[in-house]
């Protein structure tokens, strides 16, 4: 608010004509009224006042008393009382431009803010030059957000104070409250020309550098704002936010702190601190920083979905709903909550709600890309294939470069028996084009062409833990670090964003080199790879989750090659190589993928044996008296076709049962819904045996009960296939034509049970039938499966990684052909001149 225009000295008007008295009473009002300006002067307004109001009751009409006074009591924040004496002060001083000013003023201090426009205008009227009146009608035509009627009136305060570096400031702040950061910086630049160390300027400045995405100017900005005010609490906050930008995580962190050092009440800045802990993984730490925001304030949705996300990422998914329905009470319309309880309710095998949070969120905001993937995945888990894929294309449709959205599209592409492979491959094509689009590829390497120099390889994963990428890769990494060292330097980039494992600390001490991803842009992780010397980078998600496809697109490594954690083609022309076996891909489907297939000899995956101590035991038909049947795979792959052969198993062997066991069998919903599905074939639930989730050893003894796994189509399983094995259990498979659908059927293969695998449907339920006829056989069986199992390929690391190592340096090899190493350039130029 501008400053209250004053009369520094009282000059009573000529008496009027009636009459001696009034003559007297006016002298008299008007020497209290110099009393009255006097003792104003000194300070002591509480007399001034005094003195104003007595010169009103002798002489009302004596303006100037009228408006001293509304000085004074304006002063003192009784605005009301004040408006009331500019009233009369204008009543009968009309042309007062000084007292409509102030009358403008105190129409703000209250809120009056159409009010104070036109006072503020009637004052400019009366005196067009009047600096502060421009000045407090800009603030009000702010306060309404009529911004570029606002910018006029500073413009033209500052016309008429050009050397007034508080006015430029003033004006660059509501140019930057429009959206026109650079006219604001213009401004900032011209108050700062005129007072280098005006330290709030500097601060606005770096705010504005700040809103355009100039991160390393705001920086030095605000530096320079703290070097002349190291008290400014938001300049050390915003110093925190910029170099978070830049991913000075350390730094911001620094900054954060200081700001709270200053003023501790801050619950934004906690909150902030919170979010740049959780991007270095110290999770504990930040959830601190979120209680302490939470403690200021109870009602910060930020803040309890912060603190939920942090929980989730724990696993502690119950803590979490908690916070996410928190922050939805807090504001009803919040999207990120919505989105989060939907994604959580997901995750816990919540699926009705997760639907009606995700519908929520489309309601709030019909444009939500996130909205319709969630809900894709939730469909999907249920198995409701055709409503998640029309759900992830509307998604595509709002976002084309939402990878998330191009990865769920793909992935939900395996469950679905009837899609083209034509379609399959236009589709992941165009996310390899989206990601080559975003991306600025290499085109050289620093790395030496040497055919046989030891190699520097890196792996890619959001796996690298308790996982079924972590269960195939430990072994084989063991034996590559033991039996190709000297030759092959490993190196792992994790981009799990939670926290280690004990899988995760096996697999980092087979490795040269182990860097955390999840936090880094796919720029900085390209670079970082390259800085590694990479030879060979190698994907291990494809279109899983947690993937880092798109810094393949980047062209980090000379070599690239997608392996183990994808059964499709990933769609990125810069991944050179896809890996595969004899048994899963034909030649005639290699048409079908992106990348060039390269053959391992027997088998693309190598399973690391459970270091667990669970026994085989015997055939459970010869006790319990009937056949149990067992599949421990994702219910999303028992589609419909799988549902009424598995029936027609069930119906073809007397008494026998079905034992199902996955994460969302822990929901009452999943199991009826599964009983019902059964029931159209005339299976009883009495038939049907349904487990949820337990920890690892005890899952693995559950194959105890089983006497015949039964593998889903077409997306057959993979670690629960190795496992089952291990476990003494055999596993009927289906063959396909597909890659994919082929998974089963390399496993088998070269576990050395060619009789397990069916041609087709009806050879399937008839294998299935005749196998569960020959209980000596398959007691037999059972007895020798893991010994057979572990000296099979499927378990034999050491093979395994001889073939590997071949293959990373036939690639290595075809690539130094196309890149000669300029030493053997000038050695053949040699040759040839003698």
């Known amino acids: 608010m501008g400053m209250f225009a004053r009369f520094l000295k009282a000059k009573p008007g000529p008496a009027s004509d009636k009459g001696n008295v009034a003559l007297t009473q006016l002298d008299e009002a008007g020497r209290i009224l110099e009393e009255g300006i006097a003792l104003e002067g000194r300070g002591q307004h509480e007399e001034a006042l005094k003195r104003y109001e007595a010169a009103i009751q002798l002489h009302p009409e004596l303006a100037r008393a009228h408006f001293n006074r509304g000085n004074l009591l304006l002063d003192k924040g009784e605005a009301p009382s004040a408006l009331d004496a500019y009233r009369q002060a204008v009543k ?130 605000y530096r320079r704002a703290l070097a002349l005010d190291p008290g400014l609490v938001q300049a050390h906050s915003n110093l925190g936010s910029a170099l978070k930008e830049l991913d000075d995580l350390d730094e911001a962190i620094a900054c954060y702190r200081r700001a709270l050092s200053l003023n501790p009440g801050l619950a934004e800045v906690h909150h902030n ?53 928190l922050a939805i009470k807090s504001e009803p319309d919040n999207a990120e909550g919505h989105l989060n309880l939907g994604i959580t309710l997901a995750t816990v095998g919540q699926p009705d709600q997760a639907i009606a949070s995700f519908q929520r969120l489309l309601e709030i905001r019909p444009d939500s890309a996130d909205a319709y993937v969630g809900l894709t995945n939730v469909l999907k888990d249920l198995g409701n294939f055709e409503a998640a894929l029309d759900c992830v294309r509307k998604a595509l449709e709002l976002d084309p470069d939402c990878a998330l959205a191009h990865n769920n599209l793909l992935f939900i592409h395996n469950y679905v028996t009837d899609q083209p492979a034509a379609l399959l491959l236009a589709d992941a094509r165009r996310f390899g084009a989206m990601a080559a689009r975003l991306a600025h590829p290499y085109t050289d390497w620093p790395n030496s062409a040497h055919p046989e120099r030891c190699l520097r390889v890196g792996f890619v994963s959001g796996d690298l833990r308790n996982h079924p990428v972590g269960y195939f890769l430990e072994s084989v990494l063991a034996a590559l670090s033991s039996h190709a060292c000297g030759r092959l330097e490993l190196f792992a980039y994790s981009n799990y964003n939670g926290s280690d494992d004990e899988a995760s600390g096996r697999l980092q001490a087979h490795c040269k080199g182990w860097h955390y991803t999840a936090r880094m842009s796919d720029e900085a992780l390209a670079q970082r790879i390259r800085n590694d010397g990479i030879d060979i980078l190698i994907d291990l998600s494809g279109h899983t989750a947690q993937n880092r496809l798109p810094v393949f697109a980047w062209k980090p490594a000379p070599v690239q090659a997608s392996w183990l954690g994808y059964f499709a083609t990933t769609g990125v022309a810069a991944i050179d190589y896809f890996i595969a076996d004899p048994w899963t891909l034909p030649a005639d489907q290699e048409a079908h993928f992106s990348e060039k297939i390269w053959r391992l000899p027997q088998t693309r995956l190598c399973f690391t044996p459970p270091g667990v101590d669970v026994a085989v035991g015997p055939l459970p038909a010869l006790t319990n008296g009937f056949v149990t049947f067992g599949c421990f795979n994702n219910l999303s792959k028992m589609n419909d076709a799988v549902v009424a052969r598995w029936a027609q198993v069930l119906n073809a062997v007397p008494g026998s049962r079905l034992f199902l066991k996955y994460k969302q069998l822990g929901e009452a919903s999943f199991r009826q819904h599964t009983c019902e599905r059964f029931a159209v074939h005339g299976i009883s639930p009495d038939r049907l045996i349904f487990e949820g989730y337990v920890p690892r050893t005890n899952y693995l003894a559950s194959y105890q009960r089983v006497d015949i796994g039964l593998d889903p189509f077409p997306f057959p399983g993979g670690t629960t296939t190795a496992e089952a094995l291990w476990m003494g259990v055999p596993v009927l498979t289906l063959a396909g034509e597909r890659f994919l659908s082929r998974q089963g059927v390399g496993l088998l293969m070269n576990a050395g049970l060619p009789e397990w695998v069916a041609n087709d449907p009806s050879d399937y339920v008839a294998r299935a039938v005749a196998h569960a006829g020959d209980l000596q056989g398959l007691a037999r069986l059972r007895e020798g499966l893991r010994q057979q199992v572990l000296a099979s390929p499927v378990f034999d690391a050491p093979r395994f990684a001889v073939h590997f190592e071949a293959a990373l340096r036939g690639m290595w090899q075809l690539w130094c052909e196309q890149n000669p190493h300029p030493s053997r350039q000038i050695e053949k130029a040699g040759d040839g001149n003698i």
Do not use: W
Request: aromatic share 8%.
């Open 92 to 221: 009968y001083k009309p042309d007062s431009a000084a007292a409509y000013y102030n009358m403008g003023n105190a129409h703000l201090f209250l809120g009056n803010t159409p009010e104070a426009i036109a006072a503020c205008r009637e004052a400019i009227r009366l005196k067009p030059d009047f600096a502060d009146a421009h000045i407090s009608l800009g603030m009000a035509l702010g306060k309404l957000g009529e911004h570029l009627q606002a910018i006029g009136s500073y413009r033209r305060a500052a016309e008429l104070r050009p050397g007034s570096a508080e006015l430029h400031h003033t004006l660059g702040r509501i140019m930057m409250e429009s959206g026109r950061a650079t006219e604001a910086i213009a401004c900032f630049d011209t108050a700062l020309a005129l007072t280098p160390d005006f330290a709030q300027a500097h601060h606005s400045r770096a705010i504005a550098l700040q809103d355009l995405g100039q991160f390393d100017k705001a920086v030095s900005s």
């Open 273 to 325: 601190l919170g979010l740049s802990l959780q991007e270095q993984g110290k999770l504990e730490q930040a959830m601190a920083s979120y209680r302490s925001a939470l403690e200021i304030r109870p009602d910060y949705a930020q803040a309890h979905n912060s603190m939920g996300a942090a929980l989730a990422q724990l696993g502690r998914y119950e803590n979490a709903l908690e916070h996410f329905r």
